[in-house]
């Protein structure tokens, strides 16, 4: 090819690469004018100088929810193994695994044979030295005994007295009863077995309060305090919610995980019904009143390099406001910016928008009308 042919070829390349950029870089502005004339009363070009249609929505507002979440651990006030105060063979067992026993209800009887014979023969010795004394009383009131004779009596009445009680005792040793009311464990026992003071009996656990232990961060430290309401689940019924409420809060935060220990009280008798058991994981929330937030349509939200806006409509004109996003809420978004609650803000017709432009709500100015495109239907 010629070389005037070649010069000639990218001379038209230059022009045309020239002319897309310049299209490119004014794209905005002639938008603006189409969209302009679009808008303009009639359906006519930008020299109309007609407002923007746009749809609105006034700002309202909500209180912000504030959660915490935490894996806790079920416990009961009062939980323990039962061990024999003697050593001696099992005559019976008086309970099974889940029983709910009374306080003081016999759990288990050890051989006592040895222990009945000799709380009667203490018994027998109290009442010969209750007799001694009777008689030396007696004689003393007649001056016909010796002071020192009747306090021998008087002691060794009282030594007798003392021999029943420690016979009584070691007789009492010999059934094994419940400290509290609350539900037995297992047992490996039989009649036969011989226990001594190391054998575990079973386990009893106070189940008329449930406890759950927790972590929440150390932000809320300041936020947490006795009586605040929790609810929790457990997995064995995930759809079953337990009430319950903060007993106690931990004075210190741990400084290697930089959380704060919480203890709450479970509703007892759903826990029991979901079949929630000391040691048990369960799930607890914890919901802390938040703050009053503005809250708006998330149709409004717009978002380019500098963050989320907004479009809002002051006098008639188009302002952009950029906000924070703080929280969602079903179609409503919580935000912070220089909002207040009944402003205007732009829900649809964005796209068409720029600061100071003139605006006009559509439903008010022009009924029956499409305000995407600013016609007539």
Not at 38 to 56: E, H, K, Q, S
Not at 241 to 249: A, Q, Y
Request: contains cysteine; neutral net charge; aromatic residues 4%.
């Amino acid at each position: 090819m010629p070389l005037w042919k070649q010069i000639l070829v990218c001379a038209v390349v230059l022009l045309l690469a020239a002319g897309g950029w310049y299209a490119f870089q004014h794209r905005d502005s002639w938008g603006g004018e189409s969209r302009a004339a679009a808008a303009a009363p009639g359906g006519g070009r930008a020299g109309g100088g007609g407002p923007t249609l746009v749809v609105t929505e006034a700002v309202s507002s909500e209180m912000e929810s504030d959660q915490v979440r935490a894996v806790g651990t079920v416990k009961v006030p009062r939980s323990i193994n039962i061990y024999p105060q003697v050593s001696a063979i099992v005559n019976e067992v008086l309970f099974k695994a889940g029983d709910k026993v009374r306080k003081d209800q016999p759990l288990v009887r050890l051989d006592d044979a040895d222990q009945r014979v000799a709380l009667d023969l203490a018994n027998i010795a109290l009442k010969d030295a209750q007799a001694a004394l009777d008689r030396a009383q007696k004689l003393s009131a007649s001056r016909n005994l010796a002071l020192s004779a009747l306090e021998d009596a008087q002691s060794a009445e009282r030594k007798a007295q003392i021999a029943v009680l420690g016979a009584q005792i070691a007789l009492d040793r010999r059934t094994i009863t419940a400290p509290f009311e609350g539900v037995v464990g297992l047992s490996d026992l039989a009649v036969g077995d011989f226990v001594t003071s190391s054998t575990v009996v079973t386990t009893l656990d106070d189940v008329s309060t449930l406890l759950v232990s927790f972590l929440v961060p150390e932000r809320y430290a300041g936020r947490v305090a006795e009586g605040l309401a929790v609810t929790a689940t457990a997995a064995s019924k995930p759809d079953a919610t337990i009430s319950g409420k903060v007993t106690s809060v931990d004075t210190r935060i741990d400084p290697s995980a930089r959380t704060l220990k919480v203890e709450a009280s479970l509703d007892a008798d759903t826990a029991n019904a979901v079949g929630v058991k000391p040691g048990m994981s369960v799930v607890v929330s914890l919901g802390f009143a938040g703050e009053k937030r503005m809250a708006i349509s998330a149709l409004s939200i717009q978002w380019d390099r500098a963050g989320s806006y907004i479009w809002t409509v002051v006098d008639d004109v188009a302002k952009r406001l950029p906000i924070t996003v703080l929280e969602r809420q079903s179609g409503r978004v919580l935000v912070s910016g220089e909002l207040k609650e009944g402003d205007k803000v732009v829900v649809e017709g964005l796209q068409r928008l720029r600061e100071g432009s003139k605006v006009a709500e559509f439903a008010a100015a022009a009924p029956g009308a499409n305000p995407s495109t600013g016609k007539g239907s």
